[in-house]
Nanobody, 125 residues
Framework: QLQLVESGGGLVQPGGSLRLSCTAAGVTLDAYAIGWFRQAPGQGQERISCINNSDGRTDYTDAMEGRATISRDNAKNTVHLQINNLKPKNTAIYHC??????????????????WGQGTQINVTT
C-alpha cells in the first residue's frame, strides 16, 4: 500500500519561505507523477503544482507561478515543494498525492487517490 508522508510545514511570517517534503516507504516515487495540493480553512482542495515521472516537467497554478518550485531528490526518494514569499492567505494544509493506477504520461494526473496526511502552514505576524 502506497503511503505518502509530508513534512516541512510550520509557522512563518509573511514573506517567508518553507520547503515541504513528500516521501514514501516501500515505493520509488520517481515512478509516479506527484501533485501538491492545499486546503485552506473552509475551502476545498486546490491543486498548486505537479511534476511528471519522465522528463521532470512541472506545472504550477497562476497563483504559485514564480513563487514555488517543485523538484525531486531521487537519492532521498522525496519530492520537494519550495514556496517563497508566503502570504497569510496561503495558510492551509498542504498535501502531496499520486495514483499508481492513473499515471497517464502527463505532468498532472486527472485523478489522485493516494494522499498523505498533510502538513500545516500558518502564515501570520
Amino acid at each position: 500500500q502506497l503511503q505518502l508522508v509530508e513534512s516541512g510545514g510550520g509557522l512563518v511570517q509573511p514573506g517567508g519561505s518553507l520547503r515541504l517534503s513528500c516521501t514514501a516507504a516501500g515505493v520509488t516515487l520517481d515512478a509516479y507523477a506527484i501533485g501538491w495540493f492545499r486546503q485552506a480553512p473552509g475551502q476545498g482542495q486546490e491543486r498548486i503544482s505537479c511534476i511528471n515521472n519522465s522528463d521532470g516537467r512541472t506545472d504550477y497554478t497562476d497563483a504559485m507561478e514564480g513563487r514555488a518550485t517543485i523538484s525531486r531528490d531521487n537519492a532521498k526518494n522525496t519530492v520537494h515543494l519550495q514556496i517563497n514569499n508566503l502570504k497569510p492567505k496561503n495558510t492551509a494544509i498542504y498535501h502531496c498525492a499520486t495514483d499508481p493506477n492513473k499515471q497517464n504520461g502527463r505532468t498532472c494526473l486527472n485523478q489522485y487517490d493516494y494522499w498523505g496526511q498533510g502538513t500545516q502552514i500558518n502564515v501570520t505576524t
